[in-house]
């Protein structure tokens, strides 16, 4: 098992489901020539194994040559539930992240082309970093900055009130479709400015200019 690193004291709390959301940002959905989905939002998965702790090395897998950064607010799952509706939606919130969505962009172009899942994409080992856990009064999820540098670039910079769906639409959607429990996590989308990271790169995360996650591409 993995654990979640927690910014103050908490019991162990063991990494589950991590559920990510596609295009939920309109300019990231425009730059990557699709749209906003207008039904159902666009949902996919990274196991448990896919963790990469704040400070840790990510390898490219050899498969591929494409790697991209989507800096990402995570909200993490504090208690199980299956129908949660939008109004408790927060009560379910054990606190907050900043992830990157590391994604193989060259293999998920062909996923794309041949109608296949994005597992291989999206899922590969280490392809979700993430930051400690922060308290869920330390922020306000509709109004949240997120930055990504690469070696001491700004590559990224949004804010979540950019978001074409909410948290609690979010976590009401996800809840209902898969229920959540105790440990999953929601990787809430991208704004715009994905790019490549070469290998030899430092990237650095931002949520609220307080919360940093920090990992090398090798
Ligand atoms: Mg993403």
């Known amino acids: 098992m993995v654990f979640y690193t927690f910014s103050e004291q908490q ?3 063991a990494i589950g489901t991590m559920y990510c959301i596609g295009r939920n940002f309109a300019a990231h959905a425009r730059e990557m020539g699709a749209e906003v989905p207008d039904g159902a939002p666009l949902v996919f998965l990274k196991p448990p194994s896919a963790y990469t702790p704040h400070t840790g090395l990510v390898t490219i897998p050899k498969f591929s040559n494409n790697l991209h950064h989507e800096v990402e607010l995570v909200v993490i799952i504090g208690k199980d539930g299956d129908t949660i509706t939008e109004q408790e939606a927060r009560d379910y919130i054990i606190g907050y992240a900043v992830g990157v969505d ?6 998920q172009t062909i996923a794309k082309q041949k109608g296949e899942p994005w597992a291989t994409a999206k899922s590969f080992r280490g392809s979700a970093p993430l930051s400690s856990v922060i308290p869920p009064h330390s922020i306000d999820d509709t109004n ?4 990504l540098y690469v070696n001491g670039e700004l590559r990224q910079k949004g804010n979540t009130n950019q978001m074409e769906r909410s948290v609690p639409a979010l976590i009401a959607y996800i809840s209902s479709v898969f229920g959540l429990r105790r440990g999953d996590c ?3 989308g991208t704004p715009e400015g994905v790019a490549q990271i070469h290998s030899q790169s430092h990237v650095k995360a931002i949520l609220n200019s307080h919360t940093v996650l920090e990992f090398t591409v090798e």
Request: without cysteine.
């Open 11 to 13: 019991p162990s709390l």
């Open 102 to 107: 590391l994604t193989l962009r060259d293999i």
């Open 144 to 147: 949240a900055e997120l930055e």
């Open 186 to 188: 929601i990787f809430t």
